[in-house]
C-alpha cells in the first residue's frame, strides 16, 4: 500500500472511539473501566470480548482477537488497512489528501487506461470470426460466453501491428506500449511489433479491479512459448498480486477460507463452479507479499495445487511462506495428472467440495508423507525424519502453533519437547528460556506493547535494541511503519493478541510511568551499545583519531551513569 501519513491516522483515531464503533456493530455492556460483549469472532455463551476506552483496543479473552478501531473494522467488515482507514476518515470527516499515486500521476493513469482501451480491443476480437479457436478453447474448458464478460476475456488477432495501430489512434505512444510489454522491439529502429498474436487473453487485475496486464495462451499446438505473460512495469509487481482478487474477496468472507490454487485457469474454472473463494498466485511460486494479502483475508486457508511431484512441492514452499505470516493452510491432494481446473470438470463439484472439506492439515501431511520416505523405527532413518521436519517447522518459531506441532513430533521420535526446541530455537538453552519468557512478559514485550498504543510513543520506540528473540522478532515485522495502527496490522492475529493483552492489564494510571521507565531503559542499552561499538572502534586507531573517540567515549559513560538505574520495571 502507498505510504500514509501517520498524523491522519492519528486524527481519525482521535476523532473516532472504540467503544462508539464497536457499538455500531455489537450491544456493548458496560463492566467496570471497560465495557463487554459476545465475541462478534467466535461463538461463546458469556461475554469475553472487552472494549477499553481508555486503551482504545478491543480484546478478546476467548479467541484472541484484537486491536484498535482499524484491525476491527478490518475484521468485522473483512476489508483491508486501507479500506478501512477510507471508512473510518469518511466516518471522522477527516480527508485524506490524494497521495502521489492518484493525483497528478499521470503516467501511472495513462497505463491503466491504455490496459483498458487494450482489454475492450481483445474482448471484442474473441466476439468476431477471427477469434473461433479461442472460443473454442474456452468452451472446452467449460467456460461459458457469460463468464467471457465477468474474467473479459479476448482474443490477440495474429497481426504484427493491429493493436499498435489502434492504441496509436487512441494517442498513446510505441514508447508506452513497449514498456508495459504489449509490443517488442525490432532490430534496425524498424516499428515495433505486437507480442501478443493469436492467443486468448487473459486480463489480469490488481487488488482494486484494473487491468493491469495480460496472460496469453497459445491456440496452436506448436505455438512458443505456450504461455506468454505481460512482464513487470509500473503498475504490474506479478508477486503482489492473487488472481483475482477483488472478486474473491467478499466470496471469502462468506465462506469463511481462501482456496489457494496454482494458475489463473484454475482460478477461473473454481470460481464458476462453486468456489468464488479461489485465488491463484499467477504460477510463480507464492511470495510473502501474496501470503500477507492472504493472510489479511483469512487465516484458514486451503491449497489445491497439482496432484504431481512439482504441485507438491510447491504446495509445501507455499505452506513454509504462509507459516512466515502465522498461517497453517491445509492441503488437498489431487490425484497424479490432475489440477484443480481438470478434476472439477471431470468429477464435478460435490466431489471437489468433499476434498477441500477433508483438507489435511499441512504439517501432519508433510510428516506422513516423509514417514513413508524415513521409516521411524529405525535410528539413522528418524534422525534425516526429524531433520526435515524441524527444519519445515522453523519458519514458525514463535508462534504458538509451533509448540503444538513440536508435542506431536516428541510423541512420535521420542525426542524431549525441551530438546525439540532447543533443535529448533538454535543452540543453547538460553534462548528458548527467552523466549517462552518473551511470551510470559519481558521488559522488552511491555515496551513493544505500549509503543503500540500510543502514536507519540510509538515515534520515540527504540526497537533496534531489543535483545529477546521473540520480541525483536516481531519487531523485524512492524518497524517500517509510520503509524501504531499499520504496524499492529502487519502483526499476526496470535502476536497481536499478546501484545494487546499486556496493554489491556496495566491499570490506565501506570502507564505513562511505565512507558518511560521502559523507554530510560532502552535510551540506556542504546548508550550501552554505542559505548561498546566505540571502544571496539579504538582498538585499531591511533592519535587524533583515537582521542576524538575516547572523548566521545566517556562522554557517553556519562550519560548512561546519569540514567541511572532506578524505577525500573521487572516483570522477570
Ligand atoms: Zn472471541
Partial sequence: MGRVAPDILEEIKERIDIVQLVSQYLPLKRAGRNFKAL??????KTPSFTVSPEKQFFHCFGC???GDIFQFLMRMENITFPEAMEKLAEQAGVEIPKGREEEGDGERNRLYYLHKVATDYFHQALLSPPGQKARELVLSRGIGSSAWETFQLGYAPDSWDRLRDVLKAKGFTAAEMLSVGLLGE?????????????RLMIPIWDSKGRVVAFGGRALDPNQEPKYLNSPEHLLFKKGEILYPFHMARKAVRDMGYVLLVEGYMDAITCHLRGFPNALAALGTALTPS???KVARLSREVVLAYDGDDAGRKAALRAASV??????VPRVVLLPPGEDPDSFLRNRGQGTFASLVEGAEDVVLWYMAELESLHSLSHPRERARWLKEVLGFLAPLKGSLDLESYLVEVASKTGVTLEGLKREIYGGGKGKVGKTSRAIMGSWEMLYLALALSNPRWWRVFKGEVLEDAFVHSLWEKVKGEDDPSLALSMLDDKERSLLVAKVMEIPEEGVEDLFASCHRRAERKALEREARRLKMNMEGVSGDEREHLLARYIEIMK???G??????YETH
Fill in 39 to 44: 465475541c462478534p469472532f467466535h461463538v461463546e
Fill in 64 to 66: 484472541g482477537a484484537s
Fill in 186 to 198: 525490432r532490430e534496425g529502429g524498424r516499428d515495433p511489433y505486437v507480442k501478443f498474436r493469436h
Fill in 290 to 292: 501474496q501470503a500477507r
Fill in 322 to 327: 504462509l507459516f512466515q505470516v502465522g498461517v
Fill in 559 to 561: 550519560s548512561i551513569k
Fill in 563 to 568: 540514567t541511572g538505574e532506578e524505577g525500573v
